[in-house]
């Protein structure tokens, strides 16, 4: 369980000056939330910026989990854990197959 993490904004506001405050190493961070600026900021301070492609897919995120891997020095870690993901997915799917659907219904409401 983590604990006490010092917050340095939020999903679209980063705090630079927060960023630095911790001395990070390398600042990892998802590709669709690229604000130049701070990027810039952190590089123009020999931080190192590594922002992981935006994932949609099983696939995609097993190919976050290697990349991931390899920029943290924890390749036999991703064989492990893509191994648990893939035998998640496995029982999801069978799981999956023994449900029974019911119809959904359609609902609109109005705001007035």
């Known amino acids: 369980m983590v604990e ?6 939020y999903i679209r506001q980063f705090n630079p000056e927060g960023i630095f405050s911790l001395v990070p190493s390398l600042v990892l961070g998802p590709e669709g939330l690229n604000l130049p600026t701070i990027v810039d900021q952190l590089e123009n301070a020999m931080v190192k910026v ?5 994932s949609s897919s099983c696939d995609d995120t ?4 290697v990349y991931l ?9 991703v064989v492990e854990l893509i191994a648990i993901l893939e035998s998640d997915l496995i029982l999801l799917d069978k799981d ?4 029974t659907y019911l119809l959904k219904k359609k ?6």
């Open 69 to 77: 891997g390899a920029n943290l020095d924890a390749t036999s870690e």
């Open 96 to 99: 999956l197959k023994t449900k």
């Open 4 to 9: 006490n993490i010092q917050t340095v904004g």
């Open 50 to 54: 590594q922002l992981i492609p935006e």
């Open 62 to 65: 097993k190919s976050n989990i």
């Open 107 to 112: 609902v609109m409401m109005i705001y007035v």
